[in-house]
């Protein structure tokens, strides 16, 4: 395989470089000496893309590269690539599923415990010498004991979310397009309705056109000013302006949020908030499950190149076709 050449449009971690490197001839786009002209002189006999969601790829991306078979994609979320476009071209997608369901559940129920019982606040309280200072730490207004949570996106994640959350005896609800079969959760067609019947609201819902912006000023407004709102699947679901709105004019309580409409920029009136829980998309991130993701991703490009076909395709780019 080593004649087939393959084209990462950013560099991606080292397993993943390293192993492509070895198995095909792999170009670092962000290293070659003069884009326009690898462009132009090998852009023709690339035949697969490794990309990480940092570029968008597109017919405007793939016009310099005709001849491109599979695009394997790091991550589960595949919204930087225009998926339409790709599945008319017969271009095979492949993701990077279940690798990481368990990593990113854990996370969400970290930041859902953080933000509900204000842990960074009162460790800052206690850096800042003011248990010494001014006594204990303020008791927080909300509490899991009670309360109900909705889940946006009950798939692989949002059903690992919800397992973790039975633990801690809450009662679960959720949206989705259809409703899923054989979960004891309540199914909520419209996600207003979903959001005035919880106390906490998490998103773990993909990013992409369909979801785009529909967590607004109307699902603020319904999860009320008690309400909490996590989000741990895609920053573009969130209407982010009246998110922020919503937490200035009190509209909503508070939020824990691992994923942001434009990162790595986050609104600098977020970060001015004592009272939210910012995190850096560190969903997946320990070295366990970035290496699972990356090796799915070079067995999806091994597996094509050697006739077996893609691991994990996306449902748009089915496979065998
Ligand atoms: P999944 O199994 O495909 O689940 C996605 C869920 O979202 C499904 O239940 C789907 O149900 C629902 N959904 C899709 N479109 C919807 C829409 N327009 N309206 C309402 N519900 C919709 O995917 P997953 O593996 O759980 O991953 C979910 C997302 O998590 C990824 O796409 C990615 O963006 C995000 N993620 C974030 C991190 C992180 O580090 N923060 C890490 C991994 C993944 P229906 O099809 O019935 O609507």
Not at 41 to 64: M, Q
Not at 79 to 104: C, G, M, Q, W, Y
Not at 109 to 135: C, D, F, H, I
Request: charged share 20%; glycine share 10%; aromatic share 6%.
């Amino acid at each position: 395989m080593k004649s087939i050449e393959i084209l990462a449009p950013a560099t991606m971690m080292p397993l993943v470089m390293e192993r492509l490197g070895e198995a095909f001839t792999l170009h670092d786009l962000r290293t070659v000496a003069d884009a326009d002209a690898f462009r132009r002189e090998r852009g023709k006999a690339i035949r697969g893309l490794a990309v990480g969601g940092h570029v968008r790829i597109d017919e405007a991306f793939l016009k310099d590269y005709p001849n491109v078979e599979i695009i394997s994609n790091f991550g589960v979320g595949y919204d930087s690539v225009d998926v339409k476009f790709v599945a008319s071209k017969n271009i095979v997608v492949t993701n990077t599923p279940d690798v990481l369901t368990e990593e990113v559940a854990d996370t969400c129920l970290g930041l859902l415990l953080m933000t509900v019982r204000e842990l960074p606040q009162s460790e800052r309280w206690l850096r800042a010498g003011n248990w010494v200072n001014k006594g204990p730490y303020p008791l927080t207004h909300t509490t899991l004991r009670g309360a109900t949570v909705g889940i946006i996106g009950l798939g692989r994640i949002g059903k690992a979310i919800a397992r973790r959350l039975d633990a801690f005896d809450v009662k679960i609800a959720y949206h989705n397009r259809r409703p899923v079969e054989g979960v004891p959760y309540a199914y909520h067609a419209s996600l207003k309705e979903l959001a005035a019947a919880v106390d906490i609201l998490i998103s773990v819902a993909p990013g992409g056109p369909e979801t785009h912006h529909m967590i607004d000023a109307g699902v603020f407004e319904a999860l009320g000013p008690k309400g909490i709102f996590i989000n741990i699947g895609r920053g573009s679901a969130v209407d982010e302006p009246a998110m922020v709105e919503a937490l200035k004019t009190r509209k909503i309580h508070s939020v824990g949020l691992d994923v942001f409409e434009f990162e790595p920029k986050v609104p600098a009136e977020l970060i001015a908030m004592e009272h939210v829980v910012l995190l850096p998309h560190v969903g997946s991130g320990t070295h366990h499950t970035r290496n699972l993701m990356g090796q799915l991703l070079v067995d999806n490009m091994t597996g094509w190149f050697s006739g077996k076909g893609p691991k994990t395709p996306v449902s748009e780019t089915p496979w065998p076709r």
